[in-house]
């Protein structure tokens, strides 16, 4: 059990491409970190370099703060499992799994008595003297893991663990991973591309693109306070919509709906009169559904639907609209960074499955302007982030309660500033390990985001 | 439906026949000169022109022979005394070497990989004459050294290839998990790489074995009597149970008794070359 600090790492390949370039980044003891972002976006790189695995080009890499750079994997006292388990196909599954203390010399006794107890944790007591070619997949992944426990490790680091495994298996032993970690409270960094392990696992959640960091933040707060246009519309399913928003006489002209600029978005802007906003599908609502309340606060306005999806637990609407070509541009980029693909500018509507709009219908919606994320198109920063929510993590989610108070949190000037780039000088203080149950606990419907703040007034 | 069903089934009856036809030609084709030889070894000497495939009287009376001779008894020893020792170090050599060249990158690795391909293409016989001057002049002529360092030298290109190909198949994460676990190098090596290209090691110490085992153009260029005279270049040299008869039947009885130890190497090996030794260590 250690920290993991990163100071300005990078790694430059033969060709000269920085795979990971420039990050910074502070695990906590204890603490659950995830990387995460599309292929190639150098997360696998960045964990093989804490493991040793991967050469480190320049920075620092300290492992309970002692500098491991020249270090061989052996000398780390970490483990990792591998996305394909790299399990020893020769050896039993007692074999496989006591592998690691056999090299340190450990006694047979105590081999047996450890085995056995990793065995015990992950309910592989029955297949010990199997061998891996015998096991199923989910069996192999929890021998792979059984490898990764049975030595007091620094950290764990996972690289893709759950990948191979088919969709059902995957959530089981998500949530297995998840108990493990928390019962033996080791530092853990966690690869994945899937933005559903990324939320559920992560005490923090480290989001890459081409080998820069982009936000280090709290699930929660990715989700709702997305530094820039990648984050936002990487973390989210399905994802975040993003539409043309032109300006106009203090006016956001969104497709289908205005509102007038919120001031400390206008102050940002300066001349530039084409945003793009991004606007999350389950924002959206049926405003016949809407309560009278609630419907105040927002717009309504008139829609075609093209297509509907019926899922039971909830309905998606797909509404197409045409977008100027710059911005059409701006969003094919993004898209294929996201490893996805732009058919067509539409909208996604997330809609109470009560809903009675059907495919080809006009329907009516409804809209919370305060809501709505604005984005500069030429550097990609949200212009409408809540500085609060920069705040140290911890304290920003234990205080949710407290939230609706709008003055700003004395968050450092730098790190509202750190627009793309390596961000983590003030989340990586946050004393984390208390920001996953605190933002659990602050889990009611609405955002911590004070809509105050965002509010035309 | 049922139409359809009865015109594909002549169809495949007729390529399952072929196939076994075919089969049955080969084994035929392969087999025939094995069987002849044996068939030879069991007559007696003065039987082998029965113009029969089967001997008139059976006998055991060659093998007696070849086995009181020392031609043949010193060659055997040789045999299995060089070939064994250049299987191991051209296996050796040869893991080692293609371990280096599937894993690590070095400049020259290509040249190196290209080199021993242009080697394993070299027309050996080329070389005969040369090497005769040079193992006099060094003497290495008529020793066990003189021929395990050109059976080495020949079948290393070949057991490169054969390994280094095995070697690519195993993920790298089998190697770097042992490394994280703990493992200097060395020990990931063979701990864990090692046992896992097994299935190679065996065909590419079939290999090298056979190619000592059966060469006839060095051993019978490079030795002069019975100190390094390995049993194929022996069997030339062969004379019978006496010198009035032709030697045939017993060059016979030789040659099974060389041939079956290759059999036995095969019929107990083939099993561990084509095992999938590998099947399970990733996702599968």
């Known amino acids: ?457 | 439906m049922t139409g359809s069903a009865t015109a594909t089934r002549p169809k495949q009856r007729r390529q399952r026949s072929i196939s076994v036809g075919g089969a049955i030609l080969i084994v035929v084709y392969t087999m025939l000169p094995i069987a002849w030889i044996l068939s030879l070894s069991l007559k007696s000497p003065g039987d082998l022109t029965n113009k029969k495939f089967l001997p008139s009287h059976w006998t055991l009376a060659n093998y007696r022979t070849v086995f009181k001779t020392s031609l043949f008894t010193d060659a055997l020893r040789n045999s299995i005394g060089i070939s064994l020792i250049a299987t191991v170090i051209g296996v050796v050599v040869a893991t080692f070497a293609a371990y280096a060249i599937a894993r690590l990158d070095f400049p020259g690795k290509r040249v190196i990989l290209s080199l021993a391909l242009a080697i394993a293409i070299f027309p050996q016989v080329a070389l005969l004459g040369s090497l005769f001057s040079m193992w006099r002049a060094v003497k290495l002529y008529d020793t066990w050294p003189g021929l395990i360092i050109p059976y080495v030298s020949f079948t290393l290109p070949l057991s490169i290839w054969v390994l280094s190909a095995f070697f690519r198949e195993i993920p790298w994460e089998m190697e770097q998990a042992a490394q994280v676990d703990g493992a200097t190098a060395w020990q990931a090596f063979t701990k864990a790489i090692v046992p896992l290209a097994a299935p190679g090691v065996f065909t590419t110490a079939i290999i090298a074995f056979f190619a000592a085992w059966q060469d006839f153009a060095f051993a019978i260029t490079l030795t002069s009597t019975n100190r390094a005279r390995t049993v194929p270049a022996a069997l030339a040299f062969f004379t019978g149970a006496s010198q009035f008869q032709q030697p045939t039947t017993a060059i016979a009885a030789g040659a099974i008794v060389v041939t079956v130890p290759i059999i036995i190497l095969v019929l107990v090996f083939q099993r561990r070359i084509v095992a999938g030794l590998t099947a399970g260590a990733v996702k599968g």
């Not at chain 1, 074999?95 to 450890?114: C, M, Q, T, Y």
Request: proline share 7%; aromatic share 6%.
């Open chain 1, 1 to 457: 059990m250690a920290p993991i600090t990163m100071n300005h790492i990078t790694k430059v390949y033969g060709d000269g491409y920085p795979a990971v370039n420039d990050v910074s980044l502070e695990i906590a003891d204890g603490e659950f970190m995830i990387l995460v972002g599309p292929s190639g976006c150098g997360k696998s790189t960045l964990l093989r370099m804490i493991v040793g695995l991967e050469d480190i080009s320049s920075g620092d890499m300290l492992i309970g703060g002692e500098r491991v750079n020249e270090k061989a994997p052996r000398d780390r006292n970490l483990s990792m499992v591998f996305q394909n388990y790299a399990l020893y196909p020769h050896l039993t599954v007692y074999e496989n799994i006591a592998f690691p203390l056999r090299l340190k010399g450990v006694s047979d006794d105590e081999i047996k008595r450890r085995v056995e107890e990793a065995a015990t944790t992950l309910e592989l007591t029955e297949h010990l003297q199997r061998k891996p070619s015998q096991l199923s997949g989910g069996q192999r992944q929890r021998v792979a893991m059984g490898r990764a426990i049975v030595r007091q490790a620094s950290a764990f680091l996972f690289d893709e663990p759950l990948s191979n495994l088919d969709a059902k298996l995957r959530g089981q032993m998500r949530t297995e991973i998840l108990r493990l970690q928390r019962r033996l409270d080791t530092t853990t960094v966690y690869v994945t591309h899937d933005q559903t392990e990324a939320m559920t696992l992560g005490d923090r959640v480290a989001v890459m693109r081409k080998g820069v960091l982009q936000q280090v933040a709290s699930p929660r707060e990715l989700y709702e306070q997305p530094l820039n246009l990648f984050v936002a519309g990487f973390i989210g399913s399905p994802p975040m919509n993003f539409l043309p928003a032109a300006i106009e006489d203090n006016q956001v002209k969104l497709p289908f709906l205005s509102y007038p600029l919120p001031r400390e978005v206008a102050a940002q802007i300066g001349d530039s009169d084409l945003l793009i906003a991004g606007i999350r599908p389950e924002h959206f609502a049926d405003s016949s559904l809407v309560d009278e309340h609630k419907r105040d606060r927002g717009t309504t306005f008139e829609v075609k639907v093209d297509v509907t999806e019926w899922l039971g637990s909830q309905q998606y609407a797909y509404v197409p609209f045409e977008a100027p070509e710059e911005i059409n541009r701006h969003l094919a980029e993004l898209q294929q960074e996201l490893d996805g693909e732009q058919m067509r500018t539409q909208m996604i509507v997330s809609l109470d499955p009560a809903s009675r709009i059907r495919d080809g219908a006009k329907a009516e919606l409804w809209l919370d302007p305060s809501r709505v994320h604005l984005f500069d198109p030429r550097t990609g920063k949200n212009l409408t982030r809540d500085a609060k929510a920069e705040a140290p993590a911890a304290t920003a989610t234990s205080s949710a309660s407290g939230s609706a108070s709008s003055a700003p949190a004395p968050a450092p000037a730098s790190s509202s500033a750190a627009a793309s780039s390596t961000a983590p000088a003030s989340s990586a203080a946050a004393p984390a390990p208390a920001s996953a149950p605190a933002s659990g606990s602050a889990g009611s419907a609405e955002p911590p985001a004070p809509d105050g703040s965002l509010r035309p007034t």
